[in-house]
């Protein structure tokens, strides 16, 4: 009988669970863990079937509730003050009963995940419960992330730390002198992103003198700041910028480059022609009439030429229809098109080519080779005939290429020209190798064998020389020496 009293006294006396300690961080995690493994080892003792009984505590609370594991786990950490105030709390012979809110969880319940009642909640409801205090432990933050926030570093260091990635906060930089230095660091190290990092915390926490007359004499950063702003599309104040730096001719560009972002054809149109007041120099003044006058003929070609392919008045159009429209094309594209579909037409007409080449003064090697592709794509072959025919003063006609004839031979060749058509034009290549090798290349047979007799004759020319020459000498040997070097090279070449 002593023994199973002495039993139980050791059974109620001992503990499952460690005492408090301050050199143990992790006390109330580890707690938890344990609070669980003691719940999980309950279920070997636990009856399925038994679903009617639940074991209480001395609290009255049923074991395995959730009230029951979260103060079992707050038990242990108010241990230790408990063995403190031990002393204190022997006069006191009774407490105040706190009333107690009976459970709704049975621990059969809680390991087979039903409930007894149904206005209970679930374990995982429960567990998401806001209203339920969480003893899990904080994660905290390593160390060294709060160095880069708290520390003092310095201009240079701040740097240094922006150049490895390192999150730093400009932010403690207040005063100009500081932000000044700060910025010189960061163009010594020579790390764009870096300059453009710091430029970014200067224009917003800076005037915009303060910070234009500053940058003028950093030309490094104030080059970062200019590229900076035209890649974000800051327009107003980079105006502003180039405004306060006296560089009139960059603003007007600037002002030039908004047309880009301008859709509507008219409204384009009037925004190039306020641009032409704009402080250019005269080069550029040139191209910016020389555009509006281009945008401005081809609204007019685009107007008529949607009437005639609307109407289908034109046969050229319903052959060819267009593919895309004129409007705010190139130079050399429209003048494509109007060699394409407007070629016949006087020059007083704003859509005739010579009229084009005349007002914007085309050179005449980019004004034949865009005419000849246009005319050899529709086949006109009479047309590159003409294009390619000049006149002298006395009245003869003479063929002529500005940009050579092997290229017009390789554009007629590119737009499926008939033979005929290329041999005649191979004919008027000059060097005869040159044109040999395009003969043979685009199988004109005729010029080939052309160029072969007058290789032939150039040889035999040469012998009867040789032969004339070998008469008047003196010495029979040196003649037939002279026979017996070039007759094996002339036969070589025939």
């Known amino acids: 009988m002593s023994r199973v009293r002495a039993d139980e006294e050791e059974y109620w006396h001992s503990s499952k669970f460690r005492a408090f300690t301050f050199d143990d961080e992790d006390d109330e995690l580890s707690q938890l863990k344990e609070s669980k493994r003691a719940v999980n080892s309950l279920r070997d003792i636990v009856d399925d079937d038994d679903d ?154 800076l005037r915009r003198e303060i910070l234009f007359r500053e940058l003028e004499v950093r030309q490094v950063a104030l080059c970062h700041l200019i590229h900076f702003l035209r890649e974000m599309g800051e327009q107003k104040f980079l105006l502003d910028l180039l405004r306060f730096l006296d560089r009139t001719e960059e603003v007007a560009l600037s002002q030039y480059r908004e047309h880009l972002n301008i859709q509507d054809v008219e409204k384009r149109r009037e925004f190039l022609k306020g641009c032409i007041g704009l ?124 940009i050579g004839f092997h290229r017009v031979v390789e554009i007629l060749q590119r737009n499926n020209a008939p033979v005929q058509v290329l041999q005649e034009y191979v004919r008027l290549v000059e060097d005869v190798e040159t044109r040999l090798n395009l003969a043979t290349k685009y199988k004109c047979h005729d010029v080939v064998i052309e160029v072969d007799c007058c290789l032939v004759k150039r040889w035999v020319t040469g012998l009867l020389f040789l032969s004339s020459f070998s008469v008047l000498c003196p010495v029979p040997l040196l003649s037939c020496a002279w026979w017996g070097l070039f007759i094996p090279v002339a036969w070589e070449n025939l």
Request: proline share 4%; with cysteine.
């Open 279 to 402: 402080p250019f120099s005269a080069e550029d003044t040139s191209h910016i009439q020389d555009h509006y006058t281009l945008l401005e003929r081809q609204i007019i070609i685009e107007a008529n030429d949607r009437h005639l392919e609307t109407a289908g008045q034109s046969e050229l159009f319903r052959k060819y229809p267009r593919k895309a429209s004129i409007l705010n094309m190139p130079l050399v594209t429209t003048l494509f098109y109007s060699c394409f579909y407007h070629y016949t037409e006087a020059e007083g007409m704003f859509s005739s080519p010579t009229n084009l080449k005349k007002t914007f003064k085309i050179p005449d090697k980019q004004y034949v080779l865009t005419a000849l592709a246009a005319r050899a794509k529709l086949r006109a072959w009479g047309d590159v005939d003409a294009l390619l025919t000049t006149k002298n003063w006395l009245g003869y006609t003479k063929k002529k290429a500005p």
């Open 52 to 205: 009617d009984l639940e074991r209480v505590s001395w609290s009255g609370e049923p074991v395995g509730s959730i009230s029951w594991s979260i103060k079992e786990t707050a038990s242990g950490s108010t241990s230790s003050l408990d063995g403190r105030d031990s002393s204190l709390q022997k006069g006191s012979s009774s407490y105040a009963a706190l009333p107690k809110q009976a459970s709704s969880y049975s621990l059969s319940s809680l390991f087979k995940g039903r409930n007894k009642l149904p206005s209970f909640q679930s374990l995982s409801d429960a567990l998401t419960d806001t209203g339920v205090k969480s003893y899990a432990p904080e994660l905290r933050r390593p160390k060294a992330e709060y160095k880069d926030y708290s520390s003092d570093w310095s201009p240079k260091d701040t740097v240094r730390r922006m150049q490895r990635g390192k999150v730093c906060s400009l932010e403690r930089f207040r005063s100009l002198q500081d932000k000044l230095v700060l910025l010189d660091e960061a163009v010594a190290g020579h790390d764009g992103n870096v300059i453009t990092a710091v430029l970014i915390f200067l224009k917003r926490t």
